[in-house]
């Protein structure tokens, strides 16, 4: 098939960026949307030409590394769906695909399609995480996790932390991100213990990284590549309740 | 250079004791004065790191990725192994060291693999400690499968993503000490060369990738845990930044590479459908406990499934050869991946291969529709069929899915002693980085494994008692001459590569040097077919330092890493051929034409080749010298394996 590409080119953070068009001919439809890239890509530099820099690596669709807006969507308009796992039978010949980064204050570009991500990273170090050292932890089968709480915990861990749901959300914000990971451990006895602690220091280190506050509008659980549920975010803010009114403060 | 494996004395159960009771110590004051440098943060980089932050030591950690958490560890589905024998079925720790050492096909080093298996079940207690939600059963309690290789279920498991949970675990290890301050992160960095200094490591050069710079780093210690080299198949199940390049520079500043041409091919892939195809995609093996794998019996009814005149589902239950079944009723379709990989291969080249290409077989799941029903079959492999349908466009409820083989791991790495050191003196590497344990093939669900052991169970100790006589040893200033010159050559190869602005771009390289790989040193190698691919490889090398194009753009430039790794793949591919040359027989995944049974398995030479091959490198246009290490099997009898 034979495409229009409108893709956002940008030398660096601090350079001013510019939508360039490219027509591409003769694209296999079985191609990843990404393998159609690298055939752009292959063009440009046989031309001389500065390739189009954008993340990627697993390309089965569980790293997080890729994340493209396609015409106007976080990795496409196809549900539960990777930029990796798109394939090019999904457009037509003809068509014209405009290609964006990340749009989000929290998420600068770097170059082109690549945007740093590390908040994400900041916002685990706050406390994404059960404290335990290596070594004198009680046998696996100690302590029972009812079925129910464990494949819930695990629905809440599938996030792949591509920073979709920052981008879909009008205030760029990260609490489907956050509650994912705050759910995960408030439905295990394992993650109790921190609990009060972690969701206090995770929403505060939300609010010093820049990103919005949640008004409701769900695009984040509409455009989440793992279909990681909003009831996260409600967990979280019974959790955050709590502590609050629990009275207990952070660490 | 005299190769020591440094193996306590003493029965094979108690050497890890042992050794834990003898080793030096290091005092928490003087933990503080030692720099440790980690590259990678896959699992067992991440556990690496985050268990010497724990201790006190100075950790500085390096990725290639834009996170810690994006290593490529995170895409191991299936799950991992531990001797735990929750399933009541008779296993133990002695049991997984057989399956292990049987399974490697006795190539592997009985008292690593010993401890590796002794260490399985802690891992599962940390990782459920920090909370990764392993699968449990309606009692609370953790569940169990079955996996290639074994005859017991002691395989934990995440949905289809335990690689992501164990990752993501260690992950928050990590952060948690990135956090404290005891570990120093830096992300977007790739290792382009070892810093020796008096024959010990002691600092990296490192490229950031977003401004292009150089960078310098000293430590006391480093420890490589950058993965493995199957991209140098360029074709593989490995994510696309995975690479050689850091153990291929270690390998050039004295650490030997061993057993380089064990390689695996893992049987559950989805088929290759174009040129343009930039990896492939696997499916966890866990699919082979209820998928049944089959040919047409009939060559005339392959030949029209190809044609796509009729359909899989067109072809009666009496006209279909359960290939697996037949040849090996004990294991059936549970036989080891080297086996389930040959096997499709035999297949397909006598003409019963399917899809367009004749290369591809059958995995069916109808049975298991009949006998669980579609919810189980959804709630166990969901997330896979539905992978599998948005490549292929195929509904694997309905029609029976496609594979075919694919390169996936590597056995082979930097050869290492007991204590996961390398032959240069204070170089570590671990998983898939290292070539320990799993001698000429890996068993399903023991990558995940040991790459938890080596970091969060072995190296914290073995570790310990190297820094132990370095704590008089200062900071190290990164201003000394092999800084220096080792920084220079970094930038004389990358100015060397800009130079050439050839006409063919580092793909098609790429994919030529995969081709001549997988056509002759992948899955059936003969002596004609490498010592083809050694003269190709290296008409292809002097290729590529002719006429590859490289842009010269400043910063950022994502070709040039490319070619960086695909200059360093041009010399690997070359060992592994020779390697394959080298040793006369088949094990394991290393699978020589000449050497087979009568009925096509693999036939070992156990009196001429039961030995580690370790090369040391002479430069590139020279031959490496082979360095052997005799394999002892005082704890196991060496048989052919039998999986009927």
Same mark, same amino acid.
């Given at each position: 098939m034979n495409i229009k590409l409108k893709i956002?080119?940008?030398?660096?953070?601090?350079?001013?960026?510019?939508?360039?068009?490219?027509?591409?001919?003769?694209?296999?439809a079985e191609a990843s949307f990404l393998e159609m890239l690298d055939i752009l890509n292959e063009q440009l530099v046989l031309k001389g030409d500065d390739p189009v820099a954008f993340d990627h690596d697993c390309r089965e669709g569980i790293c997080g590394a890729c994340g493209l807006y396609i015409n106007g969507h976080p990795h496409g308009k196809f549900k539960n769906t990777t930029t990796c796992q798109l394939h090019m039978r999904k457009f037509k010949d003809g068509d014209t695909i405009t290609v964006e980064p990340w749009r989000s204050e929290a998420f600068p570009i770097i170059k082109d399609l690549m945007v740093d991500r590390s908040a994400f990273d900041k916002l685990i170090q706050a406390g994404g995480y059960i404290s335990v050292h290596t070594g004198g932890v009680p046998d696996a089968n100690t302590i029972p996790v009812s079925k129910r709480n464990a494949d819930l915990a695990m629905d809440a861990a599938a996030c792949i932390g591509c920073g979709a749901c920052v981008a879909a959300c009008k205030n760029s914000s990260a609490m489907l991100f956050v509650g994912a990971k705050v759910s995960q451990f408030a439905l295990l006895p394992q993650g109790q213990i921190e609990g009060e602690d972690r969701v206090q220091k995770m929403v505060a280190r939300m609010d010093e990284l820049g990103f919005g506050n949640c008004t409701n509008?769900?695009?984040?659980?509409?455009e989440c590549p793992k279909n990681i549920s909003v009831s996260n975010i409600a967990r979280m803010n019974r959790q955050y309740l709590a502590a609050k009114i629990g009275g207990k403060k952070t660490n | 250079m005299e190769l020591n494996s440094n193996i306590p004395n003493g029965p094979l159960s108690e050497k890890w004791t042992k050794y834990k009771i003898n080793q030096k110590l290091v005092n928490p004051a003087n933990k503080r004065k030692l720099d440790i440098i980690v590259i990678g943060t896959g699992l067992a980089g991440a556990s690496a790191a985050a268990s010497f932050g724990e201790m006190g030591f100075n950790v500085k950690v390096f990725c290639i990725q834009d996170s810690p958490r994006r290593a490529h560890s995170i895409a191991a589905q299936g799950g991992i192994n531990a001797a735990k024998n929750y399933a009541n079925d008779g296993d133990s720790v002695q049991r997984l060291f057989n399956d292990t050492i049987k399974g490697g096909d006795y190539r592997a080093r009985e008292a690593n693999v010993y401890r590796l298996a002794e260490v399985s079940n802690n891992i599962i207690d940390q990782c459920v400690a920090q909370g990764v939600p392993f699968a449990r059963d309606y009692s609370g309690l953790l569940a169990n499968r079955s996996f290639g290789g074994a005859q017991v279920s002691r395989t934990f498991y995440a949905k289809g993503q335990t690689g992501q949970q164990l990752l993501l675990g260690a992950y928050g290890a990590l952060s948690k000490e990135i956090e404290k301050g005891t570990v120093k992160m830096y992300t977007r960095r790739e290792m382009l060369d070892l810093v020796v200094i008096d024959g010990r490591a002691r600092g990296v050069i490192v490229r950031n990738l977003i401004t292009g710079e150089l960078e310098r780093y000293a430590a006391h210690a480093v420890v490589v845990a950058s993965g493995?080299?199957?991209?140098?198949?360029?074709?593989?199940?490995?994510?696309?930044?995975?690479?050689?390049?850091?153990?291929?520079? !270690?390998?050039?500043?004295?650490? !030997?590479?061993?057993?380089? !041409?064990?390689?695996?091919?893992h049987p559950t892939c989805i088929p290759v459908h174009g040129d343009y195809q930039s990896k492939l995609t696997l499916m966890s093996e866990s699919l082979r406990n209820d998928g049944r794998i089959w040919v047409p019996k009939d060559a005339e009814k392959a030949r029209l499934l190809r044609e796509g005149k009729i359909k899989a589902t067109d072809i009666p239950e009496e006209e279909r050869d359960y290939y697996l079944e037949r040849r090996y009723p004990a294991f059936g379709n549970l036989v080891p991946r080297d086996v389930a990989s040959r096997a499709a291969k035999e297949r397909c080249d006598a003409g019963y291969g399917v899809n367009n290409t004749g290369r591809a077989v059958y995995l069916d799941f109808k049975e298991a529709l009949q006998r669980l029903g579609k919810?189980?079959?959804?709630?166990?492999?969901?997330?896979?069929?539905?992978?599998?349908?948005?490549?292929?466009?195929?509904?694997p409820y309905v029609t029976p899915m496609m594979i075919y083989p694919a390169v996936h791991y590597t056995m082979g790495g930097l050869w290492v002693d007991y204590e996961l050191q390398t032959t240069v003196k204070g170089l570590f590497a671990a998983g898939e980085a290292n070539f320990s344990d799993h001698g000429a093939n890996r068993l399903g669900a023991s990558a995940l494994m040991q790459g938890l052991s080596d970091g969060y169970f072995i190296l914290p100790y073995t570790m310990q008692n190297y820094l132990a006589d370095q704590i008089n040893v200062p900071h190290f200033s990164t201003d000394s001459k092999e800084f220096e010159e080792a920084e220079n050559a970094v930038r004389q190869k990358i100015a060397k590569i800009l130079a050439i602005n050839g006409n063919t771009t580092v793909d098609t390289f790429h994919r030529r040097l995969g081709h001549i790989m997988w056509e002759k040193v992948g899955m059936a190698r003969t002596e004609q077919s490498l010592t083809e691919a050694i003269a190709e490889i290296k008409e292809l090398r002097a290729e590529f330092w002719q006429h590859v194009k490289v842009p010269k753009t400043e910063g950022m430039n994502t070709e040039l890493e490319k070619a960086l790794r695909v200059a360093d793949f041009l010399e690997m591919g070359e060992l592994i051929a020779r390697d394959a040359l080298m040793r006369n027989e088949s094990c394991g995944g290393h699978f020589?034409?000449?050497?087979?049974?009568?009925?096509?398995?693999?036939?070992?030479?156990?009196?001429?080749?039961?030995?580690?091959?370790?090369?040391?490198?002479?430069?590139?246009?020279?031959?490496?010298?082979l360095h052997k290490e005799e394999l002892r099997f005082e704890n196991v009898e060496l048989k052919q394996r039998n999986y009927k």
């Open positions: 956002w080119r940008q030398h660096n953070a601090a350079a001013k960026g510019e939508f360039v068009e490219y027509q591409l001919n003769e694209v296999p509008t769900f695009a984040c659980q509409a | 493995g080299y199957g991209r140098v198949f360029y074709l593989s199940t490995n994510a696309m930044s995975s690479n050689g390049s850091a153990i291929w520079q !270690c390998y050039k500043k004295g650490a !030997c590479m061993a057993n380089p !041409c064990f390689t695996q091919i919810k189980a079959v959804e709630e166990k492999y969901g997330n896979l069929f539905e992978m599998y349908e948005r490549i292929v466009d195929e509904n020589r034409s000449e050497y087979q049974t009568p009925d096509g398995e693999a036939l070992r030479d156990d009196e001429h080749y039961a030995f580690v091959a370790a090369y040391e490198y002479q430069g590139v246009d020279n031959e490496p010298v």
